[in-house]
């Protein structure tokens, strides 16, 4: 408003949106699944997202070094394409993790993958409005992500998500525990 000298009444804000039929999966769960080698009996994480600093797979990997080996079936499928690529595979590898992390590249099925998934995570550490949480919301996800910028634009009650501060973690890891333990409160939060 002050670089342009605009009065308050003549800005409007369009917030992102997504279109309902593009979140429709064409591909059922369990066949997802069988594409990706990933049996039914399998706990999975989704995150979508260019895999950059910004984005956060780091942290991400961090959390579910935290907890793999409490859950032996935890698949993380990180959906994307970036210059991390080679420097989050080694450190999946040096976390212990790499046979749980799936890179996946980047993949036009989102909404078939989002069916997929038990959970979805945005490790953020910037964000404007993002597709992915809105896209996870309206396909029924239950969602752990960063408490920044326009996420919490988004989560406006409790319930709708879990969210959690930036560069943490223990915080992340905790959280996905507390779906992963409370499955109902996890399709609960979803429905939200």
Same mark, same amino acid.
Do not use: C
């Given at each position: 408003?002050?670089? /342009?000298?605009? #009065?308050?009444?003549?800005?409007?804000?369009?917030? *992102?949106?997504?279109?309902?039929?593009?979140?429709? %999966?064409?591909?059922?769960?369990? !066949?997802? $699944?069988?594409?990706?080698?990933?049996?039914?009996? %399998?706990?999975? +994480?989704?995150?979508?997202?260019?895999?950059?600093?910004?984005?956060? /797979?780091?942290?991400?990997?961090?959390?579910?070094? $935290?907890?793999?080996? $409490? /859950?032996?079936?935890?698949?993380?499928?990180?959906?994307?394409?970036?210059? +991390?690529?080679?420097?989050?595979?080694?450190?999946? !590898?040096?976390?212990?993790?790499? *046979?749980?992390?799936?890179?996946?590249?980047? #993949?036009? &099925?989102?909404?078939?993958? +989002?069916?997929? %998934?038990?959970?979805?995570?945005?490790?953020?550490?910037?964000?404007?409005?993002? /597709?992915?949480?809105?896209?996870?919301?309206?396909?029924? $996800?239950?969602?752990?992500?960063?408490?920044?910028?326009?996420?919490?634009?988004?989560?406006?009650?409790?319930?709708?998500? +879990?969210?959690?501060?930036?560069?943490?973690?223990? %915080?992340?890891? *905790?959280?996905?525990?507390?779906?992963?333990? &409370?499955?109902?409160?996890?399709?609960?939060?979803?429905?939200?």
């Amino acid at each position: 408003r002050s670089r /342009y000298q605009l #009065r308050p009444e003549k800005i409007s804000v369009v917030p *992102n949106g997504v279109d309902p039929g593009r979140l429709e %999966a064409r591909v059922e769960r369990a !066949q997802v $699944r069988e594409q990706l080698g990933i049996g039914d009996e %399998a706990i999975v +994480l989704l995150q979508v997202g260019r895999l950059t600093p910004q984005k956060g /797979y780091d942290v991400l990997f961090e959390a579910v070094a $935290r907890i793999a080996d $409490r /859950y032996r079936e935890l698949v993380v499928l990180a959906v994307g394409e970036g210059p +991390l690529r080679d420097d989050l595979a080694s450190q999946a !590898q040096s976390l212990g993790i790499a *046979n749980v992390v799936h890179f996946l590249g980047h #993949r036009e &099925d989102v909404a078939d993958l +989002l069916q997929a %998934a038990d959970l979805v995570t945005l490790a953020s550490r910037s964000e404007g409005m993002p /597709y992915t949480l809105l896209e996870a919301m309206g396909s029924g $996800r239950a969602v752990v992500a960063t408490r920044i910028g326009g996420i919490e634009e988004v989560i406006t009650q409790a319930g709708m998500a +879990l969210l959690v501060p930036s560069e943490d973690p223990e %915080a992340l890891a *905790n959280s996905l525990v507390t779906l992963l333990e &409370d499955p109902e409160g996890a399709e609960k939060m979803g429905r939200a």
